[in-house]
């Protein structure tokens, strides 16, 4: 199987988060600089409310999908100028600092 990086944003009341700048420069920077340390694809969920109505916690999500966790510490290596490229483009679509959650993947349909 393989490793995922997941990466989650807060939905705090002064949350600013620009979901244009997101998807069309930000993600593709990650693919530029992070598929050459085995990123394969990701995906990118939002969050208004809970199953139940209540704001979420979160705002955004990105599931980042690796062939190894080696190759996906490697990029996220900040003595790397990909990763100070990737992790400095964060204060350009929102003002929030991201949680990252680091996993194996122990089951999948795919």
């Not at 997941?6 to 920077?29: A, S």
């Not at 490697?74 to 483009?89: L, Q, S, Y």
Request: glycine share 8%; aromatic share 12%; no cysteine.
């Amino acid at each position: 199987m393989g490793f995922i990086a997941t990466v989650v944003y807060p939905n705090n009341e002064n949350t600013k988060f620009d979901m244009d700048y997101y998807l069309n420069k930000h993600m593709p920077l990650v693919q530029k600089h992070f598929g050459s340390h085995g990123l394969k694809h990701w995906e990118v969920a939002s969050y208004d409310k809970t199953l139940t109505g209540e704001k979420s916690p979160w705002s955004v999500q990105a599931i980042l999908f690796w062939e190894s966790e080696a190759g996906a510490k490697r990029a996220a290596d900040t003595n790397h100028e990909e990763a100070k490229v990737v992790f400095g483009d964060v204060p350009n679509f929102t003002n929030e600092a991201p949680t990252l959650l680091w996993g194996k993947t122990e089951g999948s349909t795919r």
